[in-house]
């Protein structure tokens, strides 16, 4: 399947799939443009920049690949255990969750042992992790909790435990709401602040993914392969 899709421009698009490549595709015409080759699967893509693509595998490594020339010019082990997600924190950091922890790198330096915080208190695989709107972190996991967490601390600073079944994904509204997507087949969405769930949608079948569009609507999909 594939795990991760990402918006180069208003006309590529570059996907990454659990068959070890990244892809890039003209959105327009659907056009297979080109294809990097990795040795696992890969589970996330973000940008750093232009010229510059981020990817973490279940090789418990980061990547660091060169948009130009198509070659993975760093692999760094990270966790010891599977990568599930990254995302940048302030231009200067990355985030990485594996395992059971969650660590923060310079983004300049993702060297293995050479983290700058790790955060832990998950008591299964972190599968997912996001930033509030005021720079909070929060993460999802096996264990069926999400964590808040204050980055620049280390504290974790709430934990929310309604959820019955892994937490599958995060996202957060435009309102600052953070919502949490599960294999209970539960949609949830929370007041950060109190750590209050103030309401709940039932999927018709465990939750995988989601995203809010640029209209504040919320799309999800299930194990059923809905959307």
Same mark, same amino acid.
């Given at each position: ?14 996907? #990454? ?78 985030? #990485?969750? *594996? ?24 008591? #299964?695989?972190? %599968? ?15 264990? @069926? ?23 599958? @994904? ?23 602040? #109190?750590?209050?769930?103030? %309401? ?15 209209? *504040? ?11």
């Amino acid at each position: 399947p594939i795990q991760c899709v990402l918006f180069r421009n208003k006309d590529e698009i570059i996907t #990454s799939s659990n068959d070890d490549t990244i892809k890039f595709w003209n959105l327009r015409t659907c056009e297979l443009l080109r294809t990097f080759k990795f040795n696992s699967p890969i589970m996330k893509l973000i940008l750093k920049n232009e010229n510059e693509l981020l990817s973490c595998s279940n090789s418990c490594s980061i990547q660091l690949w060169d948009l130009n020339t198509g070659k993975c010019r760093k692999n760094s082990r990270a966790h010891p255990d599977l990568v599930y997600s990254i995302l940048i924190y302030k231009e200067i950091y990355l985030i #990485s969750c *594996g395992g059971l922890e969650i660590k923060l790198w310079d983004i300049e330096n993702i060297e293995r042992d050479k983290q700058l915080k790790t955060l832990t208190g998950h008591e #299964s695989f972190v %599968k997912t992790i996001t930033l509030t709107k005021d720079n909070l972190l929060a993460s999802g996991s096996r264990d @069926c909790s999400v964590r808040i967490w204050n980055v620049d601390t280390g504290e974790c600073l709430k934990v929310l435990t309604d959820h019955k079944d892994f937490v599958q @994904c995060l996202e957060v509204s435009r309102d600052n709401e953070l919502i949490s997507g599960s294999s209970d087949q539960k949609i949830k969405i929370w007041d950060i602040k #109190s750590g209050l769930c103030i %309401k709940e949608f039932i999927h018709e079948n465990g939750v995988t993914a989601m995203k809010i569009d640029k209209n *504040g609507v919320l799309i999800s999909t299930g194990w059923n392969r809905k959307v």
